[in-house]
């Protein structure tokens, strides 16, 4: 579509320059200010001229007359309109056939992406979730957000690099340590794994705060005993540095399972933990340029000036944070990576945060401070219920996933008990079908999982984009090596579903634009309902006449491209046969 907005724009600049008008748009504006009409009734594309009439100090109406005029006998234009000072215009429904599938077949798995972003770098810090406590549903947002935001900027070119900064330091160590040698043993969590972790991990949280409603009375002794194991493991203690270890094995074992499902991999997994020595460079930078002020025996950045609490640096102990971390790991990453962009995907439950120490790198002089992006994202809910992580209350991510690949392959064993391999496309359609649910909301919207609307192969669901796209797989399956010379033009569906693959590439720099996945995830549905009406209306294979029926087989194959090249942008896979 944007090449044809092009020509379009051209020619539209050729007809102002007529006018002898001065600051005339040029051509990038104009492309800019083509709209596409609500209603496919008003054409493919409009400019609304009364946005000219001031610059080119003429009444809308009259501009929008001449500029008719200067689009005749433009190839890819099939009729031109002037409207109430609207220019309407619909395209050649021969030439967008033409010209998109040959761009589709030409470009293939490139198609939808581009070269801009080439020779640049943007690092992406997503997932990250805090070793031994639970991986839950909270974390689907940060780590399907934050590796399609990763797959869309390679899409255009950029080199990515995933970091999942885990959460592998800091005093909950020092409680499971406590309650690791109180209650725990190898053996128990050799076999229990991460699941016996988190379960020592409410324990001691319950133990050392108490819990009213399962009468457990609170015993401070033991956040005291836990402060010191920490303390310990600070020093180097050789004991509980191998714990410490091990624990994050053990956990790393349990993610990665998830990631596979995912399809995700991370280029590192530098945590919390890689910044301990890399701190004091940066706490003795912000002393010696008089940043840090004394607090109550904290040091901290006043950010009253800037309307922010201030942000911590050193507690009373002289023990490091969560901000302090932060800000040493953004300058190692600029020296490692020489990134253009980074980007850490979060709750908005931290969006706070965030703002403080970009204020405070830009107060420390750092002046690629404007190249963090910080892209946050709403609270889950399931079925209505709110989740919390210390007493325990939460549905984990993987049981979430086993619950949808179960639903599913229920499902397939009554509609398709012949399917060769099962257990894989019951996880592809399982887990694409919580993700693609995930991703159709906005993200910084709330949303509330009911896993029936998730998993409903006739909804605007992950199950049924997948298995529109195994339709276009059968279709081709069956015409063989058929192609198109030269397709031709004859049905309505087929130049309403042209249009939707015209738009991919747009919608992919939307979504880069806004870090926004939800517009692939909407444009997936828009391109799977076009299809079905399509499927539906117009015979492909039975087609009597032969180049009737070849065009409208290479239409399939654009669709199976073009969705094919969407499913990974939003981490979901493809399956041939559903
Ligand atoms: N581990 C943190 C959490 O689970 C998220 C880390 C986000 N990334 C960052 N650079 N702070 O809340």
Redesign the pocket.
């Known amino acids: 579509m944007l090449t044809m907005k092009k020509m379009i724009a051209a020619r539209l600049a050729e007809g102002i320059a007529a006018l002898g008008a001065p600051a005339a748009p040029g051509v990038e504006e104009l492309i800019a200010m083509l709209e596409y009409p609500p209603d496919e009734g008003m054409g493919d594309l409009a400019l609304p001229c009364f946005k000219l009439s001031r610059t080119l100090r003429r009444a809308p109406v009259q501009i929008a007359a001449t500029l008719c005029d200067s689009l005749q006998g433009l190839e890819c234009v099939g009729k031109a309109e002037a409207v109430n000072g609207y220019l309407n215009i619909t395209l050649s429904g021969q030439y967008l056939l033409e010209h998109v599938l040959a761009d589709i077949k030409e470009r293939g798995n490139r198609y939808g992406g581009s070269d801009e972003g080439k020779g640049k770098t943007v690092v992406l ?2 997932s ?3 070793v031994a ?1 639970p991986f839950h549903i909270g ?1 689907l947002g ?1 780590t399907v957000i934050g590796h399609s935001l990763k797959k869309l900027h390679e899409f255009v070119g950029y080199s990515c690099v995933g ?1 999942n ?3 592998d330091w800091g005093t909950q160590f020092g409680k499971l340590i406590v309650a690791y040698k109180k209650w725990g043993n190898k053996e128990m969590i050799e076999q229990g794994g991460i699941d016996k972790l988190v379960e020592l991990y409410v324990k001691i949280n319950n133990a050392i705060s108490g819990n009213e409603e399962k009468g457990i009375p609170a015993d401070p002794a033991l956040g005291d005993e836990a402060r010191a194991e920490f303390h310990k493991l600070e020093l180097g203690d050789e004991e509980n540095l191998a714990l410490w270890r091990w624990f994050i094995e053990i956990s790393l074992a349990e993610y990665e399972k998830t990631y596979r499902q995912l399809g995700i991999e991370f280029d590192s997994y530098k ?2 933990s890689f910044y301990t020595d890399k701190m004091p460079a940066q706490v003795q930078k912000l002393r010696d340029m008089g940043l840090l002020k004394i607090d109550d025996g904290a040091s901290i950045v006043d950010l009253e000036a800037y309307n922010m609490p201030p942000c911590l640096i050193l507690k009373r102990d002289g023990s490091t944070l ?1 901000p302090t ?2 800000i040493a ?2 300058v190692y990453r600029k020296n490692e990576y020489h990134f253009d962009k980074a980007i ?4 908005n ?2 969006s706070l ?2 703002a403080q120490w970009f204020k405070v790198l830009e107060l420390m002089g750092y002046e690629w401070f404007d190249q963090l992006v910080h892209v946050p994202y709403g609270t889950v809910s399931i079925n209505g219920a709110k989740l919390a992580t210390r007493t325990g209350n939460v549905v984990l991510l993987k049981d979430l996933f086993k619950a949808a690949i179960e639903e599913v392959s229920a499902i397939m064993e009554e509609k398709n008990p012949d399917l060769e391999n099962k257990a894989e496309v019951a996880e592809a359609v399982g887990v694409g079908a919580i993700v693609f649910y995930y991703l159709s909301n906005s993200r910084i919207k709330d949303i509330n999982f009911v896993m029936e609307d998730a998993l409903n192969f006739d909804g605007n669901t992950g199950p049924y984009a997948q298995y529109t796209y195994a339709r276009t797989c059968a279709v081709l399956r069956k015409a063989g090596e058929l192609t198109c010379e030269k397709p031709v033009f004859t049905a309505p569906e087929e130049i309403s579903l042209i249009k939707v693959l015209a738009r991919f590439p747009e919608k992919v720099a939307n979504a880069i634009a806004d870090y926004e996945p939800s517009v692939i995830t909407r444009y997936i549905l828009d391109v799977a309902a076009a299809f079905n009406r399509y499927y539906h209306n117009c015979k492909i294979l039975s087609a009597e006449d032969e180049t009737v029926r070849a065009t409208r087989v290479e239409i399939t194959r654009a669709v199976n491209q073009v969705l094919g090249n969407a499913f990974p942008l939003i981490c979901m896979r493809k399956m041939e046969k559903i």
């Not at 850490?344 to 709750?347: E, L, P």
């Open positions: 810090d997503y990250s979730p805090n406590k974390h940060t970091i900064y885990l959460g945590g919390e969560y971390r932060d790991a953004a850490y995907v979060t709750s439950g931290q945060h965030f």
